[in-house]
């Protein structure tokens, strides 16, 4: 390739070298920490109420989840445990619309990479993209639901509540919405979002799930929520009945409303830049936490003036979806992208912008160089710098030392070390600090 086309940026165009970039401290951050005790009991506890749906030798689906979802496998396990005992024949269907690049292959690969497979769970695993349609929306659009679960004597659908990254309505990512994309597979998942391009998502969950519930087509048993603290810990555990949809809703919003409290959080308003290791579907639906950076439609805070992403997540199996999000990348991560798996979640969610390619830089210097000179401040050492692992671990981060009094000032924040001077190796990439 002509290196006339790779960015040429120098130190003197820059004004800024690698003795410029400012020392940072390491700081720790506070949150609330509840948790279950005991998960799996916790499991056969909510879905006992359940069980009494369920024959002898009635095939029931259960709904696995791609989105790096605390405990999964043993939450999944323990439910297939207990409808076995019940007298079901259970089976696990992936519920993950357009994900493992809306294959059914790379469905399955997606659980086995999870720890979730026929061995570990002791029933099968059944992949199909193939659907129904359960009905039409008010826009009329159809609504699908996926096909292999139709076919069963029941389903349980199991998912995390959280706040939606695009999204605010009284549910949001859960129990309706993986009625709704999950197990509509992509093709489900593609219309829904193509109706968002002119009705609001929320609504548009709403509507659909009420449809997918009161459907004649489909048989649920019950829903069981869960919902994470700040350190991906499951805090609770919650059953939900599906036969009554107003009642799902409402109980579903009050666990949002509690994974809202629970959101780790970046304790700055205003911040020159972001530096983050790692994006990924097991991050967030949206690579890296929109409630988190502040780029959910109607947020306005934390103002970030630019965002560097280092890499992606094994987990994500090269789905660099909400990319896009990012303003800087580094060259070399463009051969750790699946193109494919990518475009077919953009194209899914009807979402351009969360695969668009961001700035390339040749090297992290040269990062650095460029989020050193977008913001309004001339002084290197005046930059307000965060650097996290990803939207998902804010426990722990280092702040460069322009943030020093904001951390001190706040009882929520912990100094555990520094100030630390960041350093390059012989390839100008960033070698994190280490404390003594």
């Known amino acids: 390739m002509n290196?006339?086309?790779?960015?040429?940026?120098?130190?003197?165009?820059?004004?800024?070298?690698?003795?410029?970039?400012?020392?940072?401290?390491?700081?720790?951050?506070?949150?609330?920490?509840?948790?279950?005790s005991d998960v799996a009991a916790a499991v056969r506890r909510e879905i006992a109420p359940f069980l009494d749906q369920v024959g002898s030798g009635q095939r029931i689906a259960?709904?696995?989840?791609?989105?790096?979802?605390?405990?999964?496998?043993?939450?999944?396990?323990?439910?297939?445990?207990?409808?076995?005992?019940?007298?079901?024949?259970?089976?696990?269907?992936?519920?993950?619309?357009?994900?493992?690049?809306?294959?059914?292959e790379g469905q399955i690969g997606v659980l086995a990479a999870a720890g979730i497979t026929e061995a570990s769970m002791g029933c099968p695993v059944v992949s199909s993209m193939e659907v129904i349609q359960v009905g039409t929306t008010s826009t009329g659009f159809p609504v699908y639901q996926d096909k292999t679960a139709s076919e069963a004597d029941g389903v349980l659908v199991v998912n995390r509540v959280k706040p939606h990254t695009g999204f605010t309505e009284r549910v949001e990512s859960g129990l309706c919405?993986?009625?709704?994309?999950?197990?509509?597979?992509?093709?489900?998942?593609?219309?829904?979002?193509?109706?968002?391009?002119?009705?609001?998502?929320?609504?548009?969950?709403?509507?659909?799930?009420q449809i997918i519930v009161e459907s004649e087509r489909m048989r649920y048993i019950g829903g069981l929520a869960l919902v994470e603290n700040a350190f991906k810990e499951t805090a609770i555990v919650k059953g939900i009945p599906m036969g009554d949809h107003e009642r799902l809703v409402r109980e579903e919003n009050a666990l949002l409303e509690q994974a809202y409290e629970l959101l780790p959080r970046i304790p700055f308003e205003d911040i020159d830049a972001l530096v983050v290791d790692e994006i990924g579907k097991n991050i967030s639906g949206a690579g890296m936490d929109t409630n988190v950076i502040g780029k959910k439609p109607g947020l306005s805070s934390p103002r970030i003036g630019a965002i560097y992403v280092r890499g992606l997540t094994e987990e994500t199996h090269g789905n660099a979806v909400g990319i896009g999000n990012a303003d800087v990348m580094p060259r070399r991560l463009m051969d750790e992208i699946d193109f494919n798996a990518t475009y077919m979640n953009v194209f899914t969610a009807k979402r351009l912008q969360g695969g668009k390619i961001p700035l390339l830089a040749e090297n992290?210097?040269?990062?650095?160089?460029?989020?050193?000179n977008f913001r309004e401040e001339e002084d290197p050492g005046s930059i307000r710098m965060v650097w996290i692992r990803n939207t998902s671990k804010l426990d722990q981060f280092w702040a460069s030392v322009a943030l020093l009094d904001e951390v001190m000032s706040n009882p929520r924040l912990e100094v555990l070390g520094g100030p630390i001077p960041i350093g390059f190796d012989d390839e100008y990439t960033l070698i994190e600090p280490q404390l003594g």
């Open 177 to 209: 919405k993986m009625l709704v994309i999950g197990l509509g597979k992509q093709a489900g998942a593609s219309k829904i979002h193509q109706q968002a391009l002119k009705i609001d998502m929320g609504r548009i969950v709403l509507e659909a799930s």
């Open 3 to 36: 290196n006339l086309t790779h960015f040429q940026l120098t130190e003197a165009q820059a004004g800024v070298g690698a003795r410029d970039v400012p020392a940072f401290i390491r700081v720790r951050q506070q949150f609330p920490r509840p948790a279950e």
């Open 364 to 372: 992290e210097l040269q990062a650095m160089q460029v989020l050193m």
């Open 62 to 104: 259960i709904s696995g989840s791609s989105r790096g979802i605390a405990n999964l496998a043993l939450v999944l396990r323990e439910c297939a445990k207990s409808l076995k005992e019940a007298g079901g024949e259970p089976f696990i269907v992936p519920g993950m619309g357009s994900h493992g690049g809306a294959t059914a």
